[in-house]
């Protein structure tokens, strides 16, 4: 469970150190005047201190305002259920590239998630990447990462 | 004159074969991000881009239109049919479009949104016809401060009259800028906020931030609130379907007052969703017939389909002349223009006449065939609907990874997408406003330049900004629009306190 007040302070702090990290970077860049016009931090540093003042705003509203539940604990699992493993797949492109990772990835969420069966989970994910393969390597000439595997493969 | 001259012109560039293929495959495809919740126009257009890059700019431009129209159309169904809007802009059409499906009238529902959509996107494309080189033509007179001035216009009713919380929608707009000046600064050429990541010397791309914020962040509050597709029937009965569309102009005021608030919501960046609920909500309030209102009536229907696509449509008008989108989805389009080579404001309509006639007159064709295209497949994306949700998510995942990554061939976009993703998810669960964000991402850049041109003219003083009348208005509406409705709140408040 997830409270509104909790996800909204997690939010405006989040935004803030945003904020803060632009206002700290532009320094570097210079704020000032200079024979050029304004110097090139200034605009970046007008922006990060509006996002910092507007987060703390609504850090302390949220705090103040805020009610109830925004999401329940399936509602959430769910959520991670798909992000997670999704997380994974993308964490393991360089390593196994995307037409594996793809694979794979739809073969382990249909099966173990969707609860399909094999077969119709291995048709789907070697369809679906096989798909990607012509639409992409093929028709459009766009290569996409093959990966650490890819190149051992020699592919 | 001059302008039905141009149009007519336009016409002979669109009306060829290939540019006819493109308009049917960018609505069905339009259709397909429409109907799947979890991918809407924004994100459609933007995993698109990638493959125009070979295309010439008009033909580009008129499959990306056509999959926004057919994306709005899609939305509908899915909103009518399964209580489920399939794009946010379709929110308020569920209100009286479910009920009215589920009382067995189903093709009188459709039919209905489907007539008043048309007609809101054919007074958004006369309003284009006709305004679009007269705005440009004054456009041309301006400098970057009456630019800047324009600029912070419409940002400052993003704010005011946006409908999200305030303060929120600031956050937005000014987390857009910041990442808009990510990278190489195209003043002062030194380098800005990379915190020490070569990569992103180059910026953030805004496709990448689209479809994370869009794709990933609407896919995750799918998943998470656990659609159900409770599906009424889907036939389609031709004769109740022409009755009906035949029976639209009773409603000629809702129709004629939702295109008026639609246009008015796209020229200035309110966008097709604020435009849609206010149109609903107007009508709630003014409608004789408002005592029905939600159970199905056919003016519930009527107000927010008319000004969600009025909306979507003029949202072009700003984006063509004045080079301000006035939507998310019009904001990823302006982006494709600068890809191809195009300097989108008022110099493309003298230097690139073919280009903008040419999508104009496409305008016209493309809502027709969207028309036909979305009543002849209803039956077949109302069979995909009913693929459970969980199936289809990873598959729609797998799609934005590839997409993300096709941009510019860079794995960091796809962690960047991820991230955005996130933020995407957090930013609707607690009703941040995510248009600002990509308009700011892909306008940001032109803003600033404004403003240091502005301040390098003047010395640095901030005089220029109400140097003569056309900018000190510009500037005054700026702040009218910024300041008045947390005025007019508070006044109402404190009488409310005092009653």
């Known amino acids: ?155 | 004159m001059e302008n039905f001259d141009s149009l007519m012109h336009g016409f002979s560039i669109a009306i060829s074969v290939p540019h006819i293929a493109l308009m049917i495959g960018g609505v069905l495809l339009g259709i397909l991000v429409g109907v799947l919740p979890g991918l809407g126009a924004p994100n459609g257009v933007s995993l698109l881009l990638p493959l125009t890059f070979g295309m010439a700019p008009v033909s580009a431009i008129i499959l990306l239109s056509s999959i926004y129209w057919g994306a709005l159309f899609g939305g509908s169904v899915t909103s009518i049919l399964f209580n489920i809007p399939g794009e946010p802009s379709s929110v308020a059409t569920t209100f009286d479009g479910y009920p009215m499906a589920r009382d067995g009238r189903a093709t009188e529902a459709l039919a209905t949104a489907f007539g008043s959509a048309a007609f809101g996107a054919l007074v958004g494309v006369v309003l284009i016809t006709c305004l679009a080189s007269w705005i440009a033509g004054v456009a041309l007179q301006f400098g970057p401060a009456e630019y800047f001035a324009v600029y912070f216009l419409a940002f400052s009713s993003f704010i005011g009259v946006g409908g999200a919380p305030p303060m929120k929608t600031v956050v937005s707009l000014a987390i857009g800028f910041a990442i808009a000046a990510i990278g190489m600064d195209t003043v002062s050429g030194s380098v800005r906020l990379t915190m020490g990541v070569d990569e992103l010397v180059k910026g953030i791309n805004f496709v990448v931030a689209v479809m994370g914020l869009f794709g990933i962040g609407e896919l995750l509050i799918a998943v998470e609130e656990e659609l159900h597709a409770k599906p009424v029937s889907s036939t389609i009965d031709w004769r109740t379907l022409f009755r009906t569309i035949a029976g639209l102009p009773k409603h000629w005021v809702a129709l004629l007052r939702s295109a008026a608030i639609g246009c008015w919501m796209g020229i200035t960046p309110g966008g097709p969703t604020a435009a849609s609920f206010m149109s609903y909500g107007i009508a709630k309030r003014v409608s004789p017939r408002r005592a029905n209102f939600g159970k199905g009536e056919a003016e519930g229907i009527v107000s927010p389909e008319t000004a969600d696509h009025a909306a979507g449509t003029s949202a072009l008008l700003p984006m063509l002349s004045l080079g301000i989108p006035g939507s998310a989805t019009a904001a990823v389009m302006m982006g494709g223009l600068m890809i191809w080579g195009l300097n989108p404001g008022p110099a493309l309509f003298v230097e690139q006449k073919d280009f903008v006639w040419g999508l104009i007159a496409s305008m016209y064709l493309g809502n027709i065939v969207a028309v036909i295209l979305v009543l002849l497949t209803v039956p077949i994306f109302a069979a995909l609907m009913r693929l459970p949700f969980f199936i289809l998510a990873p598959l729609i995942f797998n799609v934005c990874v590839v997409g993300a990554y096709s941009v510019s061939n860079s794995y960091l976009d796809v962690m960047l997408m991820m991230g955005f993703g996130v933020l995407g998810y957090l930013f609707k669960k607690l009703d941040y406003p995510l248009a600002p964000l990509v308009l700011a991402i892909v306008i940001g850049d032109k803003a600033e330049d404004a403003f240091r041109q502005s301040m390098l003219m003047s010395q640095g003083s901030l005089g220029i900004f109400v140097n003569n009348g056309l900018v000190t208005t510009l500037v005054t509406a700026g702040f009218a629009l910024l300041l008045l409705p947390p005025l007019f709140r508070s006044i109402g408040l404190w009488r409310n306190a005092r009653r």
């Open chain 1, 1 to 155: 469970m997830l409270s509104r007040r909790t996800l909204e302070a997690a939010t405006a702090i989040l935004t803030g150190a945003f904020g803060v990290a632009v206002v700290v970077s532009s320094l570097n860049n210079g704020i000032d005047w200079s024979e050029s016009g304004v110097e090139s931090g200034t605009f970046p540093f007008i922006t990060g201190t509006i996002v910092v003042v507007a987060s703390l705003y609504n850090l302390v509203r949220g705090w103040l305002r805020g009610k109830g539940i925004v999401a329940t604990r399936q509602g959430l699992q769910r959520t991670a259920a798909l992000f997670l493993p999704a997380v994974l797949f993308v964490a393991l492109i360089p390593l196994i590239g995307i037409y594996v990772g793809a694979v794979l990835y739809l073969f382990g969420s249909l099966r173990l998630q969707s609860h399909l069966s094999t077969v119709r989970s291995a048709l789907i994910a070697v369809v679906a990447s096989v798909a990607l393969y012509v639409v992409f390597e093929r028709l459009f000439q766009v290569s996409l990462p093959h990966g650490w595997l890819g190149a051992v493969l020699d592919l």
